[in-house]
């Protein structure tokens, strides 16, 4: 009954968490690979459907009592505790993560780094705010909410730090009104923040748990929350935990790895799991030396409790042999651990007739009262949730714009570079002169346009599908909690991306327009690689949606970016009419804004252009023929056009293709992450 398989199958035995003060705080210590996520993610309703697992039994919350648990049970009967279970009466809740009942502390901390650590707490409160019914839970303020959680947590000293930047910050202020948006204090420090340095690991932890904290849930549960702390921070986060879990009557369920003595004196409750699953103890802590110690298994005085629990069930793996005396050894305890459970008061080991955790702990016999939605209820959340996107987009678009415009280090490095390599390509197509349109730049013409185009292309979709798979885990973790819609996260990037965007275009293209005799107006550069950086942007949100990793997002966006580009760029020496490409390469065609970027500044190059003599008289003219290839009997650009295929072209009709191929990569976006997120199995209420 107490198997957790960490094959193909999961058990998850009827557990019900009980928000009694007499059990504020459930720890669950485990040995490493024993399957201890598995069963948090069961308990929280996180399995992923694709993980392979099979997932039965139920896990519920009780609470609203329905008939009086205080009244004593009869002094003389001989079934105390089925009388007093009798007695008491309680609904049964489904735990669920989208309705905010559910903290789940994952092994990683994942943030805006960019943003502090109040601007953070406000933005989840504001959301988690217009999700209920437009106030927070207790009446109070977003910034008071916020204020709470970082003075309760330790926060308070590097409340206005940004997370993840370690180096000095400066500045303060500043920025848009908060009126503007309706967000009063949500707009302070749009530009910058007060403070310096990062959040140290231990930090990072703590705001994790205040994220989590607040929806006011009713189960905390925690994935080894001391990862990648020192044992003083770790020991530090246990206690915060056990603090809140009890001043908050927040049930808290955390697995750790080894805790040290400290640490382990702080839980109230443990279960021991082994490899494979096996459930070697489930209790009280105080009483599980005492446990083993009746079935033959004695912990030293001077061993930490928890180091003597995991070397139980640890198997060497080095050693053939002991790790078969280990395995024995699991089976046995995990066997007798089961032998000693009363059916009555699972998971409750019996040691001389007596349960080591007590009655007061144990109320198994419950009405089951599911929590149904009418649909009223579901017609006004839904009415209210439209009435709100408006503030849902501001938010998002000011958190997102802040997370743009503060990395000052990424900004300065983008612009030196599209200003280097504008200079660079002036420096090696040297025949586009200013004041000359020569036949002999033709050539050189196309490929300037076309690698201002590649490269403005690639450093928009690289520099999207890094932010948004750096961004993703904390979008699947809001979008969980239905905080907001898909469509509303994707169209504020994309706006908050447009003004930065916008500004390397501007510069690229005026220093390409300096430097360079291009027919083409500044404004035309700018328009076109602009609406291309919204193309490519859109792309690598489309790509990173589908992705199931940051790894995975960055390798298909250089494949794909690197087959859209052979695909889109123009064939200097020539088109054959006679020799169409087939329908694959059509398609491949379409779908690269590359393409359309690169037509359509051809297009507005060449079209109407007329050549200026040269008087190099025929011997130079012939010199000239081999660099112009197939295009050195036009006579203007009206030619070159229709020799490159694009003799009937217009710049708006292409524009206005890359416009709609931008919509249709946004609308992959939100597909994709509106139905190719995390999916997970559903635990129910029997």
């Known amino acids: 009954m107490a198997q957790l398989n960490s094959s193909t199958y999961t058990e998850l035995p009827e557990i019900a968490v009980l928000p009694s003060a007499a059990r504020p705080e459930l720890n669950l210590g485990t040995n490493p690979g024993a399957g201890k996520s598995t069963f948090l993610n069961a308990l929280g309703g996180t399995t992923p459907r694709g993980s392979g697992l099979f997932l039965t039994g139920s896990a519920w919350y009780e609470g609203s009592l329905v008939a009086d648990c205080d009244r004593p049970a009869a002094a003389n009967s001989s079934n105390a505790s089925a009388a007093a279970a009798a007695a008491c009466r309680l609904d049964r809740y489904r735990l669920s993560q989208r309705e905010g009942d559910v903290a789940m502390l994952s092994q990683h901390d994942n943030f805006f780094d960019m943003l502090t650590p109040r601007e953070t707490l406000e933005f989840a409160a504001y959301l988690e705010m217009l999700k209920s019914r437009g106030t ?224 007061q702990q144990s109320i198994t016999h419950v009405r089951a009262r599911g929590r149904l939605s009418s649909v009223p209820y579901r017609i006004r959340s839904e009415f209210r ?39 660079l390509f002036a420096s090696i197509f040297k025949s586009v002169g200013r004041g000359k349109s020569v036949p002999k730049s033709i050539a050189d013409r196309v490929a300037l346009l076309t690698y201002g185009v590649i490269n403005l292309s690639m450093m928009a979709l690289m520099k999207t599908l890094d932010l948004f798979a750096r961004e993703r885990s904390v979008v699947m973790r809001e979008q969980m909690r239905r905080r907001y819609y898909s469509l509303e996260y994707i169209l504020a990037k994309v706006v908050a991306e447009i003004p930065l965007d916008a500004t390397f275009s501007v510069v690229f293209a005026a220093v390409l ?111 000239d023929l081999p660099k112009m290839g197939a295009l050195a009997l036009v006579q203007n650009g009206d030619d070159v056009l229709t020799n490159l295929g694009l003799g009937t072209a217009k710049y708006a009709d292409l524009m206005r293709q890359l416009g709609i191929l931008s919509a249709f990569y946004l609308m992959m976006s939100w597909f994709g992450l509106s139905y190719f997120g995390p999916s997970f199995i559903d635990t129910y209420v029997n």
């Open 136 to 359: 927070t839970a207790d009446g109070k303020t977003i910034e008071e909410v916020a204020e709470g959680k970082l003075s309760s947590l330790g926060l308070s000293g590097v409340a206005d730090r940004r997370i993840g930047d370690r180096t000095a910050l400066g500045g303060g202020g500043g920025g848009m009104d908060g009126r503007f948006f309706g967000l009063n204090g949500l707009t302070r420090g749009l530009f910058g923040t007060r403070g310096g340095g990062g959040l140290s690991g231990g930090e990072r932890r703590r705001l994790s748990v205040a994220l989590e904290l607040i929806t006011e849930p009713r189960i905390f549960l925690a994935d080894e929350p001391t990862t990648g702390l020192d044992s003083t921070q770790a020991e530090k986060v246990v206690k915060l935990i056990s603090k809140l879990a009890k001043e908050r009557n927040v049930p808290s369920i955390c697995t750790l790895h080894q805790p040290k003595a400290s640490i382990w004196r702080t839980l109230d409750q443990c279960i021991l799991l082994a490899p494979g699953g096996k459930m070697c103890y489930a209790g009280c802590t105080s009483n599980a030396t005492v446990y083993f110690k009746h079935i033959g298994y004695e912990c030293p005085n001077d061993t930490n409790p928890a180091e003597f629990l995991i070397d139980l069930v640890t198997i060497d793996t080095e050693d053939p042999v002991q790790a078969l005396a280990d395995e024995a050894r699991i089976n046995v305890l995990h066997h007798r651990f089961l032998q000693t459970c009363s059916p009555d008061n699972w998971p409750s080991p019996i040691i001389d007739g007596e349960p080591i955790i007590s009655q």
């Open 385 to 423: 949730s439209m009435m709100s996107a408006p503030k849902r987009f501001a938010v998002l678009l000011l958190r997102s714009w802040r997370q743009n415009v503060r990395n000052t280090k990424v900004i300065m490095i983008r612009l030196a570079a599209v200003m280097v390599q504008a200079f």
């Open 513 to 623: 327009k300096a430097l360079t005799g291009l027919r083409t107006s500044v404004a035309t550069l700018i328009k076109t690689y602009c609406l291309l950086t919204v193309s490519s942007a859109s792309l690598g949100f489309a790509i990173g949606s589908f992705a199931s990793s940051v790894d995975s997002a960055m390798s298909t966006g250089i494949f794909a970016n690197v087959i859209l580009m052979v695909v889109g760029v123009i064939n200097p020496s020539g088109i054959n009419p006679d020799d169409p490409p087939n329908r694959t390469m059509q398609l491949l065609e379409y779908f690269s804004p590359i393409k359309w970027a690169i037509e359509s500044l051809v297009t507005a190059e060449f079209r109407g252009m007329i050549f200026d003599k040269e008087d190099k008289g025929l011997l130079g003219q012939l010199k």
